[in-house]
């Protein structure tokens, strides 16, 4: 009776060790690891993020922009208001996409300047009004030699939306439609350009540098710092734009003519989509991709930095959200809202840079 | 009591002795521990493709914020008039923005066969004046500006070819140079008889604050235009013209070192490479053409924007070395000694004292340069004398953060128009002042040359 007692006691205590021992497991990251572990592991979050985030929202960008310029060429052949507000959505589809990839721009994006190029702000309407009133032909060469502002999402929404918003399919002329069709096509051109460098299946793509960081000969990042750092600096960039240009600028001035996307009135969804891109390299997610991210290095050491990152991420997208009109409308009449975005999106800002990347830099050589 | 004392007279005397030696160990390496800090304390280190653009280190909130508001204005692209913001575009321009060209302050990038011209431009003349510079060619001014704003020529569309040549080390290995040769292709008028060009690639703005604080008298000491010492280095100071103190000044930016401040160099660029009015260059860049009627003649840019820029400019920092403890890259540092690259490269300077410029102030910069021009040899030469240097002769360019240039701008085109396409191309396009040196590089065996390269990288 004894013995059974003691073995049955043995086991419960063994089951009990085995199952706090595995609950422990899954509810804290925290582990050790050895610096040969360590590498490989940090080099396999490059690889997940770089692959599952940064590939698949430049491979989204340039989907997205074929179907936009597919169904501009649609709108023109059979201009109905079903087939504008398609190509409007379109429009917004591929804008989220562009402004999902701001939380990256490194690599190609700025070595081929096309930043500049795709998304050029405030539009210059008399400008854009000569190029329609001209007789160029709307070829390739034609769209590449205007100036960047002539071109890319804005000038495109431009003649989408039309200067008040409001556009309707009948008072599109044939030049417009025709110029549309042009500037839809050279944004599909830049946007694919854009993957094709990311494109994993190259083997001098960016991606081939970015998830072998460390690598003997890699040219761009010879250690995994040099990658870590670029990462953690794009992210604090677009923190530091979106709050103290794309949102200070046209708040300091009062003047909704200096914001982004005014005729969509789509700039609070481009800085919503700013901020998710951050939160998108964090998690290492995007769409319906889920891989590593930086969450995972910063949790495997430090799980309270790992939830205030979140609450901080939580509380920028919350504060944009809070804005409730139109940010054309709220820099005069939301401008409590306009400060506490500009305060939340800065104080996220402060933590990646003076705290997170640190703490990076400590882990990562 | 006493005896107690004088034994504390001893030990304190002791501490001091082995501090002080301590302190003297320190000092005689010095040197390679500066080495690593290639800004002195303007240094940083970052190491990504943000590594030209950081910000010098100790500044007031105040000049933080004016170096931000500098950033703005390097980056804002420009549009053509009427515009809410950043106007004043052309008529006939190069680029659209400061950073379109410096992309992430950072290097240009040679165009290949059949692209266009974007970080490269062509400056053309009729002759040239030492006091006053190149003279403008008729109809075309002093740069070519090959894309227009609607309703205006460009002047000219311009086209560049490459011839390769393959050429042997001492030890077989084979490398190639290629030779640009640009075609200036549909031109808005006649080009003049007898017109001279010269291609310039955008260099690195990084640590020209430190450049510029440079005493004049300590670049002076290292020029020997007669080479008197006979070391077959003769550098030469440029000489050209402050525009705002109206007055012959010594050169230190461009690719000649025709230009003597960063104000005047921000604002020339603005006026010629963007068609953007200033207070320093009030006058259209298509002055003296058809189409200069269509200036609204007033100036584009805000006074106070371009000190911002030119602030922005002066005061990023520069990214220290790596790996320079590499067992490689010091025999690579020694061979560059040796075989004489640091008779023009210039290992390092001390910033001269300034005490409205703390910063900048008496620093220890390793810049690997002389500031001064050199006969580079018939290969390299544009033919097109600018104030005193004549067509072969080149600035020394600084070599601080060079092993960077990939990281940051995505290729390793170097020299004044990216014709080579790597370190080892550079060199060997070296000849004139530096062909004995070139030639011991050619006979230095892979091994060396390897290090040679390392080293470079760790700059």
Redesign the interface.
Known sequence: MSNIFCKLFLGVMIFSFITIACKKSKNSAIVTLSPEESTQFYKSVLADLSANVIVNTYNDLKDKSIIFYFNCKTFSLSPTASNLNICKQNWKDVRSAWEQAEGFLFGPVVIDNVDPRIDTWPVNFVRIDSVLNSSAIYDSTYIASLEDGLKGFHPIEYLLFGANGLKNETQFTAREKDLLISLSLNLNYLCGDLYSKWDITKPNSYHNYLSHAGNNNNAIFPNLKSAYDQILDAMISICDEVPNGKIAEPFNAQNPALEESPFAKNSLVDFTNNIKSVQNIYLGAYAYTDGKGLEDVIKQGNLSMDGVIKQKLSAALTSLNNISIPFGLAISQQQTQIQNTITTINDLKNYLETTVKPYVQSLVQ | MCKAWYNNIIFIFCVLFLCFCRKAEEIKNEDDLNDWYSGGKQTVF?????AFSQSFNGMSELKLQQHEIGD?GFAA?????????NYG??PI?NN??C??CH??DGRG?APNIGE?L?SLLLRISSGNDINNGPQDAQGFGGQLQQ?A???TNAECIITVNYTENAFQFADGETYSLRTPVYTLNNPYTTLPAGYLISARMATPVFGLGLLEAISETDILKNADELDVNGDGISGKANYGYNVIENKKQLGRFGWKAAMPTIIQQSAGAYNQDMGVTNFIFPIESSYGQPQYTLSNGKKDLADSTLSAVAFYIKTLAVPGR?DANNEEVKKGKNIFKQIGCAKCHIQTFITQTNMTSPETSNQRIFPYTDMLVHDMGNGLADNRNDYNATGNEWRTSPLWGIGLT??V???NNFLHDGRARNFIEAIMWHSGEADATKNNFKNLSKTERDAVIKFLNSL
């Open positions: 970052i190491n990504g493709s943000n703005k692209v420009f549009n053509s008039d009427p515009n809410q913001l575009l052309g321009f659209v923005s950073g379109s992309i992430g990038k266009p974007s894309r704003i609607l309703g790596r990939n990281i701008n995505g290729h």
